[in-house]
């Protein structure tokens, strides 16, 4: 029961980082309909801003996170101007390679940067464990948790409540109507990616507090998680993104303890291929009949 | 020269080619027997005669069927294990032999796993597809992995290593073939023609599921023995060849080559094979390349303003050459 509730603990902790990198990858979807492979990258440069803030220039942390933040939301920005806005005509398969290649882009550069070898990542959450009905919960992980739910929260908000909000959810509805209601389409899908890359910069940041190793590649496979979680949640919608990074969290925590640790990924894979063949649309997503 | 070559009828244009296929094979095995070519060299040249099948194989879904698969090296990967399997097991007929028949299973099994991919897929496009093709080779990655008949994560070895140069050579040009026959025929037509407009060849009587099938097992096949001669070439196998950087590999191939373009695929093989072994020094830089490479060429093709500033220049070297 103890190692039951642990391995719960540990898969809320990975679905809470899953779940915050799944709501870049679902909004940006939402409504540019691009697959923005290089969301996971954004993860890897968050965590690099961050490291390089407090081991080389010792910065405070609060400056380092604010600053990992703000380089990721401009980056994101900078890619959809320069690669994505452009091919905003183009067939579906050239946008998807367009990303694939950021992607390449980022992690190849930062390789050259910074090169393959993996850097300890400074430790940023020094507070005490959590002790509940004699389960000590490491700081990590509560903070992890309260982080995210805080910004999904916020999210909502933002997404529901505001004047920004109602014309990205317009845009995501019907672009073309949503420009002759004299919404700048341009503005909306660039917000989008900032506030996507944001997510994603602190997303980068958690991830490295609960493994603190930073390497060019550590933001591939969470990526790809991330991504399978908003399919699962089915892609383009914002809570439907939130239960599948805590549905997919959970699904690996619980392969890991008690099926095969070697086999988890396989795993996690396998549920995208079952989810993709019976209900595309996902759990929360809505069917979209196609017309001619 | 081009036109010329055009107005040719079927078999001179079959003959011309063969006999450039025959001059190209005579001159490398020259070549090699003086030794100015020496076995560095061959294994590069095979090495290329691999990605030639992989990236002609993978045009075919990818450029002819338009449909984006990220998990070409999860067949490769299949079409390999297999392949090493039966050859490490199977004893007491002829090498040349064993090859053929290593290499044949591993493309039907390969090809069963395309039909398994295929089938599947057949409800998803675009998007959803390019998704679940990476999931599969995903899996196939991290189930070798695991399995410890084949070695696991620490390899599978004691391949015989019975790959040459003659065999990738042929079987690099037998893909070709087959990949123009199927192009030029019937079949291949109503696979350009879902590629186009899948709603219109529905429509016009085609069996759009069919032929997606046709594509995905036909590309899985090759690419299967594709695998088979890399891993009787290196006499190892691991799986984390075959991750999903290879997959991506052979995709850049594809778009530099040009996607829908045999020709192309050939030339970005070669091209994309020799390059990075000549240029050792600057090795770091090559995944940095084909991420420029893969984003110029979108950027160049689809972009509305490139187009025009590319066209504009274009013109300009036109009308310099015509006054000149």
């Not at chain 2, 079987?171 to 123009?180: Q, R, S």
Request: glycine share 10%.
């Amino acid at each position: 029961m103890l190692q039951f509730l642990m391995q719960l603990i540990n898969g809320l902790n990975s679905g809470s980082i899953y779940a915050l990198i799944a709501l870049g990858y679902t909004m940006v979807y939402g409504i540019a309909k691009l697959i923005n492979f290089a969301h996971g990258d954004i993860i890897m440069v968050g965590a690099y801003v961050c490291f390089l803030c407090l081991t080389t220039w010792k910065l405070p942390l609060a400056a380092a996170i604010a600053i990992s933040i703000v380089a990721c939301t401009l980056l994101g920005i900078v890619i959809e101007k320069v690669a994505y806005k452009p091919l905003r005509n183009a067939s579906r398969i050239s946008l998807l390679i367009t990303a694939i290649g950021i992607s390449y882009l980022l992690q190849s550069s930062f390789q050259l940067i910074f090169t393959a070898n993996p850097k300890p990542f400074p430790t940023i959450i020094s507070l005490p464990a959590l002790t509940i009905g004699g389960i000590s919960i490491a700081a990590t992980y509560y903070i992890t948790f309260l982080v995210s739910v805080i910004l999904m929260v916020a999210l909502h908000l933002f997404v529901q409540k505001t004047k920004t909000g109602k014309a990205m959810r317009a845009v995501s509805e019907d672009a073309g109507a949503a420009q002759l209601m004299g919404i700048n389409i341009n503005k909306t899908i660039s917000i989008t990616f900032g506030i996507g890359s944001a997510l994603a910069a602190v997303a980068g940041i958690l991830y490295c507090a609960s493994y603190p190793m930073v390497t060019p590649y550590i933001g591939s496979l969470p990526g790809i998680k991330a991504f399978i979680a908003a399919v699962l949640g089915g892609i383009g919608s914002i809570p439907g993104a939130v239960l599948g990074a805590f549905i997919l969290g959970l699904v690996e925590a619980l392969t890991k303890a008690y099926l095969s640790s070697r086999m988890s990924d396989a795993i996690v894979f396998i549920v995208l291929i079952v989810m993709l063949v019976f209900k595309p649309s996902g759990i929360l997503g809505k069917n979209v009949k196609e017309k001619v | 020269m081009k036109k010329r070559y055009q107005a040719l009828s079927f078999w001179k244009k079959t003959a011309v080619n063969l006999t450039a296929v025959l001059v190209v094979y005579a001159a490398i095995m020259g070549l090699s027997a003086v030794g100015i070519v020496n076995k560095y060299y061959m294994g590069i040249l095979l090495s290329t005669c691999i990605n030639i099948i992989l990236v002609v194989s993978l045009n075919v879904t990818t450029g002819f069927l338009g449909q984006l698969t990220l998990g070409h090296a999860g067949f490769m990967a299949v079409g390999a294990y297999s392949a090493a399997f039966l050859s490490k097991n199977l004893s007491g007929l002829p090498d040349a032999l064993v090859f053929i028949l290593a290499l044949m299973v591993g493309g039907i099994v390969a090809m069963i796993f395309g039909v398994i991919v295929g089938v599947p897929t057949l409800r998803l496009k675009g998007d959803y597809l390019a998704i679940i093709t990476l999931a599969f080779g995903e899996v196939i990655k991290n189930v070798l992995l695991n399995l410890d008949i084949v070695g696991g994560a620490s390899g599978y070895i004691g391949i015989p290593r019975y790959s040459n140069f003659s065999w990738a050579y042929w079987l690099a040009v037998l893909t070709v073939g087959a990949t123009m026959a199927l192009i030029n025929s019937r079949q291949g037509r109503a696979i350009i023609s879902v590629r186009e407009d899948e709603i219109a060849a529905e429509a016009s009587g085609i069996d759009t599921k069919r032929f997606k099938i046709l594509a995905f097992v036909f590309a899985a096949f090759f690419a299967g023995v594709a695998g088979g001669l890399y891993g009787h070439y290196m006499g190892i196998l691991e799986p984390k060849t075959f991750k999903f950087d290879k997959s991506i590999e052979i995709l850049v191939m594809v778009v530099l080559g040009g996607m829908g373009s045999i020709r192309g695929s050939v030339i970005a093989a070669i091209i994309l094979t020799v390059l990075p072994e000549l240029l050792r020094s600057v090795a770091s830089l090559r995944t940095l390349m084909y991420a420029i490479a893969l984003i110029a060429m979108m950027l160049f093709k689809y972009d509305p303003n490139l187009v025009k500033m590319t066209a504009k220049v274009k013109n300009k070297f036109r009308k310099a050459g015509k006054s000149a």
